[in-house]
């Protein structure tokens, strides 16, 4: 398994920015595919964007194309997500996980973050 810890979170008006970031710890972070969920209060953790292990195969949540953006450096261990034109329905805490298998399914990631909290206000 992989260590990963978030970062980047934190509160901002509607429309604007905020990066994510996932520090991987192991050797073996390149062979993960990576993605990104988010969990609302009182709401299922969901499924927001991921990327392949080479990082040129990316897929998002319809919620959110076109406006996040994810991206990986594998030399560094570490897994972005750039988001804007951010609205008040993202606000969630968002984790970072790892699988070997889907890149949609929560039940096959191997290995989560602690999560961090994105606010967004109107």
């Known amino acids: 398994q992989v260590q990963l810890v978030e970062s980047g979170g934190g509160l901002v008006q509607e429309g604007g920015s905020l990066r994510l970031s996932c520090a991987a710890s192991g050797r073996t972070f390149s062979s993960y595919r990576m993605g990104w969920f988010r969990q609302a209060p009182g709401k299922e953790r969901e499924f927001v964007a991921s990327i392949s292990r080479s990082g040129f195969m990316t897929y998002y949540a319809d919620s959110v194309k076109g406006r996040f953006t994810i991206s990986r450096d594998n030399a560094k261990n570490t897994v972005a997500l750039q988001m804007n034109s951010l609205k008040p329905e993202d606000t969630a805490v968002y984790y970072c996980?790892?699988?070997?298998?889907?890149?949609?399914?929560?039940?096959?990631?191997?290995?989560w973050g602690q999560g961090t909290q994105v606010t967004v206000s109107s």
């Open positions: 996980g790892a699988t070997g298998g889907s890149y949609y399914q929560i039940s096959e990631y191997d290995s």
